[in-house]
């Protein structure tokens, strides 16, 4: 399915930010490629939106090198590849297991390495956006979040070196601070400020579509009310 429209390719697609992200690229008038491990929880999304859905494991090199494969055949190269996944944890230090640490940086830091590469490939002859989702522990490791924060610091600093490689090549990428809860399930019983997943889906967006001439390296959003 080749056509001139751009592609967006959304890994990490979840109940939050991952759907505002396919909505708001769907409604730009982009073609959308929403990427889960289980791809069969999407089918409404994509009945909504039109998006295609697509099951990877962003963890495993070889799953991840399938899909991109596979959307280079069927819809052709991104334009834009957001890396959304992470995977929360919040223990006080002296109760963090292996497992934690390990799975939080295997879904966040590594999984961003392999979807990163992959997405900068299929840019190379054409260049486009490469984004990450970041929190505020990706900027300030607070108590309790070491094993969560040493993944998204890690996610960081990968975006970085790639901005600065990858940059001259024509490949915009950007990590975005979402400093603060997503409104949204879960979210419920807070009591601080919240951020709207559509309008978060929107500054993605406009990143996208910024001039070359005067492109964003890291955004922090939070609600202008929030104390930080």
Known sequence: ???????AVVAGVGPGLGTALVRCFAQA???VACVARNAERLAVLTQETGAQAYACDITDENSVERLFARLGKEQGAPSLVVHNPSWFVMKPFLELEQADVIEAWRIACFGGFLVGRAAARAMLARGGTILFTGSTPSIKAGSGFAAFA????????????MARELGPQGIHVAHVV??????????????IPKLSPHDIAENFLA?????????TQELDLRPADAKF
């Open 1 to 7: 399915m080749l056509t001139d429209r751009e592609l």
């Open 29 to 31: 008038g982009m073609r």
């Open 150 to 161: 040493a993944a998204k610091f890690g996610v960081r600093a990968l975006a970085q070196s």
């Open 178 to 191: 979402v400093d603060g809860p997503i409104d949204g399930a879960g979210s419920e019983g807070l009591k």
């Open 207 to 215: 990143l996208h579509r910024q001039h070359r001439s005067a492109w």
